[in-house]
């Protein structure tokens, strides 16, 4: 059976917390922590940037930092978030132009960072096309990025289902992760589909049980 991981999104943690609230979900049995980076133009809502890596990093030398970019031009960043600690970062296709994505992704490799490409729902798996075989994950979107607690979409499933089986021919070893609107009913459903890494923002922060929640997204 595949290895699910479970990666909490700080962006629903009490951020006047935010140590206990990572150290709860490590204790709990999180496998990353997942870092919403937002900045109010590539999606209507600004989060948080590079300092609070560098926080969490401090505190957590050992955990693994997944970092979702949802900026415009990423590649201005990719730097900065590696210098501050991430182990992982994910760029939107639809974030620049594809030769600047390219550069980016190649920068972030030539850092030591892995590397994950993100696709919005409305963009089609067949985009992923040219970029499948370099890369260590692909994020499918379940939900329009911006905001945690949105209902899930369904209708992603199939797109999740075609990219697993073109990685299985190019790439095996990428993952799937899937990120909106996972909860214990919606998370069976994004595995069946071919994703392994799912992330959960309100669900897990949501719960006071958070070691009981996250052995229930991971299907145990
Ligand atoms: C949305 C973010 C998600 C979000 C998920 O743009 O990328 O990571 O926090 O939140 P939930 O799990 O609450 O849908
Ligand atoms: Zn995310």
């Given at each position: 059976m595949t290895n699910i991981k479970i990666a909490p999104s700080?962006?629903?943690?009490d951020f006047t917390k935010l140590d206990e609230e990572i150290q709860s979900v490590l204790d709990a049995g999180a496998d990353y922590i997942h870092v919403d980076v937002m900045d109010?133009?590539?999606?209507?809502n600004i989060s948080f940037g590079v300092p609070i890596v560098e926080s969490i990093r401090r505190a957590f030398p050992e955990a693994f930092l997944d970092v979702h970019l949802m900026i415009v031009q990423p590649g201005h960043f990719v730097e900065a978030f590696c210098k501050a600690g991430a182990s992982h970062i994910t760029l939107h296709?639809?974030?620049?132009t594809p030769e600047r994505i390219a550069e980016a992704l190649a920068a972030a490799r030539d850092l030591g960072m892995r590397t994950g490409l993100s696709i919005k729902p409305?963009?089609?798996?067949?985009?992923?096309e040219p970029w499948?075989?370099?890369?260590d994950m692909v994020l499918v979107m379940t939900?329009?990025?911006?905001?945690?607690?949105q209902p899930f979409m369904f209708d992603q499933m199939p797109k999740i289902s075609a990219i697993r089986a073109r990685l299985d021919q190019v790439n095996p070893s990428c993952d799937i992760e899937v990120d909106g609107g996972i909860k214990p009913d919606t998370a069976p459903i994004a595995i069946r589909a071919g994703a392994n890494v799912l992330v959960a923002g309100s669900a897990v922060f949501g719960h006071d049980d958070r070691a009981g929640i996250i052995r229930t997204l991971r299907g145990e």
């Open positions: 700080i962006l629903t943690a109010g133009q590539f999606v209507p296709l639809e974030s620049d409305a963009t089609p798996a067949e985009a992923l499948l075989e370099g890369l939900v329009e990025p911006g905001f945690g607690a």
